[in-house]
């Protein structure tokens, strides 16, 4: 066993630590960060992994390993100069490189994992039966078919002898002989009628380790080939197997020229044989490539593609595989699945979440929508905040979502099956606030406030930044001694409330004017998270758009199906000032005024506002596709951060909210550095 020490706590230590902790001949004795709230240190507490602040004293321990992952060249060289002579110090980059080739070895055997359990899903899905024996006759291997041939269940066959389960198996011959045996008919004692196949099984030394047998139930053959002697009545059949299926089919020939299409196919693409049969693959094209072509082309099966077929551009999902016969390719056969019911389902799912969480009165992370990078950040550090007890302060525009956020912390926190409550600190005036929070005492009477009702839970205090300051001075008290007093009263009572505020004001210039106190500035500012924009995230817009989408078709009792692709153009070039807020307005009040026929949102269907947003200085000869455009707005946005900052990437870096990393690769793929 390897003794391990890490020197650096921060995101790079954190992942060493939790990677070596899977190794069985690697073990991390010792964590060291001057930052005693370094995620590798927090971690390592939790799991009884010593933690130091100093690495200097720990050289004369035993550790065979030290790996450096300060990022800082001064103490790697003191390391290399000061560590024991038996000690392998490991650099931050070298132990990066080490993560990744692990990870890539996790990769892998995932990978193994996935394809063993495939093709053992593939042998227990085939028709053939299949057994295989050891040296000994011990069966090791009996799969889905052989059992429901036989009878046997796959557990009591396991380990047997072959003899206890099929009594006159000649599989132990085929072991001593070593001969190969096709085609060997036999009556099982089930009383089905097999045609089996049976080899002996050689390992690459040449040596013999057990035998297999492949079989297959011919009792229905044989059934109906007593029936079925017409190949007519075979070929009319087949026909109408085709004609009937829901599936949409259609058939080419080796050229790549239809012969055969089903009603489902019209159905679908809206095609008729007049317009398919004769003609290329590509002709029911509308978006993407013919399959026909690259299944002929390659002789091997296509699966799970995703293109637009037909008059109406309808969304299918394409499985094509060649037609072979004695060898010749003789074309191909590709069955087509309508998407539209399963989006139908998806919605419908959708639909049904979104009655839970109203009925629930409640929201996690998960309705936290948005793939981008700022989301994400912003939602890491709110599932950190949701694990510790600490006071949170979200920081974010008017719409943002920080009232979802604050639900999504109460819910995934230790107090979640206790109350939330909300407070808008700029509805009330300041007495009605205050005996709201605290509750109040009148001609002795006790009223209890929300500190009261939300003891064990969590209070969020919404636009902190317009309390008073003399409720401030209060709500400063009652966080820093768990304790508050009634309006009126005398008694301080212990409370346990975890506190979440938000606000969309900028505190740091409140406080440096005297409007906000500085000393309650520092006790919510624990926490701080930045809710980003809808701006800042554009790419979120179309996810957040359908599931606003589906909210909405509840509310108004519509079946609104989606968007345009140029009503989507626009909302994407669309700053929204009032972010998911002003979304959900224009989405909702595009709906009121569609027509009751209507199931697409079109351009001409949003406000004018939008619009004119949207077209301002596009000329029609300019009009890129949504990709350059967007490339050529991010492109001015960082010409001009990097004005205003007198070209300091670091200070353009912050303005923009994104990691000096990200600037530099977008300066360069701009052209900009």
């Known amino acids: 066993m390897q003794n391990i020490l890490i020197i650096g706590a921060g995101k790079g230590g954190y992942a060493l630590l939790r990677l070596f902790e899977q190794a069985d001949y690697l073990q991390v004795k010792g964590i060291v960060d001057i930052d005693e709230n370094a995620p590798g240190m927090q971690y390592a507490k939790k799991h009884y992994i010593h933690t130091y602040t100093d690495w200097k004293p720990l050289l004369n321990e035993d550790f065979q390993i030290i790996i450096d992952v300060t ?74 078919s052989a059992s429901n041939m036989t009878k046997v269940s796959i557990e009591d066959a396991i380990g047997k002898h072959i003899f206890d389960v099929i009594s006159h198996s000649e599989l132990p011959r085929t072991f001593e002989t070593g001969q190969i045996e096709l085609n060997k008919e036999l009556i099982l004692e089930s009383g089905t009628k097999i045609v089996t196949s049976r080899y002996p099984m050689i390992n690459e030394q040449g040596k013999k380790i057990g035998a297999f047998a492949v079989f297959k139930d011919i009792s229905e053959v044989v059934r109906l080939a007593e029936e079925i002697t017409d190949l007519t009545e075979i070929q009319t059949m087949l026909e109408a197997i085709i004609q009937s299926s829901e599936d949409a089919i259609s058939v080419v020939d080796e050229e790549g020229k239809g012969i055969l299409i089903n009603p489902a196919y019209s159905r679908i693409t809206g095609l008729s044989e007049e317009e398919v049969i004769g003609k290329p693959a590509t002709a029911d094209i509308s978006e993407g490539e013919s399959i026909h072509f690259k299944v002929l082309q390659t002789r091997k099966p296509i699966r799970g593609v995703n293109i637009r077929v037909g008059k109406q551009k309808k969304d299918v999902i394409v499985n094509v595989a060649p037609i072979i016969v004695n060898n010749l390719l003789k074309g191909s056969v590709g069955v087509i699945h309508d998407m539209t019911e399963i989006r139908s389902l998806m919605k419908e799912l959708d639909q049904a979440r979104t009655l839970i969480r109203n009925l629930e009165l409640s929201y996690s992370f998960e309705d936290i929508l948005g793939e981008s990078e700022q989301i994400q950040f912003a939602v890491n550090q709110a599932k950190l905040a949701a694990s510790v007890p600490v006071t949170v302060l979200l920081r974010g525009e008017v719409g943002s979502g920080k009232e979802l956020f604050a639900h999504a912390i109460h819910s995934a926190s230790n107090r979640k099956h206790n109350r939330f409550f909300r407070v808008n600190c700029s509805s009330q005036e300041e007495h009605l606030l205050e005996r709201e929070l605290f509750g109040y005492e009148e001609k002795g009477i006790s009223y209890s406030g929300l500190f009261d009702e939300a003891h064990c839970g969590t209070l969020f205090l919404d636009e902190v930044g317009e309390l008073t300051n003399k409720t401030q001075a209060k709500l400063l008290r009652a966080l820093r001694e768990n304790a508050f007093i009634r309006i009126g009263g005398t008694t301080s009572i212990p409370v346990d409330v975890r506190i979440i505020a938000a606000s969309y004001f900028n505190l740091e210039k409140l406080m440096r004017e005297g409007i906000f106190r500085e000393d309650f500035y520092f006790q919510l500012n624990r926490m701080p998270i930045h809710v980003p924009s809808l701006r800042e995230r554009k790419q979120d817009i179309s996810s957040i758009a359908e599931h606003l989408l589906v909210k909405l078709n509840k509310e108004f009792g519509r079946n609104i199906e989606g968007f345009t692709k140029s009503a989507l153009e626009s909302l994407l070039l669309y700053d929204f000032p009032g972010n998911i807020r002003e979304l959900e307005n224009i989405i909702s009040r595009a709906m009121i005024f569609l027509e009751a026929q209507d199931r697409i949102i079109e351009e001409h269907h949003l406000p004018k506002s939008i619009l004119s947003f949207s077209h301002n200085g596009l000329d029609e000869e300019q009009l890129g596709t949504l990709a350059e455009q967007m490339d050529e707005m991010e492109k001015k946005v960082l010409l001009n951060a990097l004005q205003v900052c007198g070209g300091n990437k670091s200070q353009t870096a912050k303005k923009l909210n994104i990691s000096l990393r990200t600037l530099y690769y977008k300066l360069e793929k701009y052209n900009l550095d």
């Open 71 to 144: 990022g800082n060249k001064d103490v790697f060289l003191e390391l290399l100069a000061e560590r024991p002579v038996n000690t392998v110090l490991i650099p931050g980059e070298i132990a990066n490189l080490i993560v990744t080739l692990l990870e890539e070895k996790n990769k892998f055997i995932q990978i193994l994992d996935n394809k063993k359990m495939n093709q053992e899903l593939i042998f227990n899905s085939i028709e053939e039966g299949m057994i295989s024996i050891d040296e000994n006759g011990i069966v090791n291997f009996f799969n889905k």
